[in-house]
């Protein structure tokens, strides 16, 4: 397995694999992965909801690709909320997810200069996210089934500082 990560952005012809990458991450992400509640958030990860953000104006998405195989993803709502970061299980902590952040945050500034960011982060993620500069801004919440903690970073300097 090679270390060498190349990023780009997705094409709507990735939406298969990047709904199998998030729902492999599915025990990582849900408390209780059977738990009904968690229904629509899993929905949300099938391909036809991932084609449905891949083709709307809103939604920017990149992926980092080893050997030609996804080994993460990146998407943002807007220009200002990290929606998805999905990292494959043997790519976690490993720096992956940094230089996706990075790619997407040099390719936002390019358009819109957001006052802050915006991310609900998986609790094993937020450490990831504080050595980018994102701080908690609410204690860690549950809905739907899904934990998560509020995060937002103020401007891009903090996430630039850490190259």
């Known amino acids: 397995m090679s270390d060498s990560i190349q990023l780009r952005e997705a094409l709507p012809e990735d939406a298969p694999a990047m ?13 209780d992965p059977a738990d009904p509640a968690t229904a629509d958030f899993r929905a949300s990860l099938n391909e036809a909801a991932v084609a449905d953000r891949l083709a709307d104006p809103d939604y920017r998405h990149w992926l980092a690709l080893a050997d030609g195989q996804l080994v993460g993803q990146l998407s943002l709502r807007g220009f200002s909320h990290l929606y998805h970061l999905f990292i ?19 390719s936002t500034l390019v358009q819109a200069v957001p006052a802050v960011f915006t ?12 050595r980018w500069g994102f701080r908690a801004v609410e204690a ?18 903090p996430a630039a500082a850490a190259n």
């Open 19 to 31: 709904a199998a990458l998030a729902q492999s991450l599915l025990s990582q992400l849900l408390a």
């Open 88 to 106: 494959a299980t043997d790519w976690q902590r490993r720096g992956v997810g940094r230089q996706l952040w990075l790619r997407a945050l040099d």
């Open 119 to 130: 991310v609900n982060a998986a609790p094993a993620a937020v450490p990831a996210y504080e």
């Open 140 to 157: 860690p919440q549950r809905q739907n089934g899904i934990d998560y903690v509020p995060m937002e970073l103020c401007g891009p300097a």
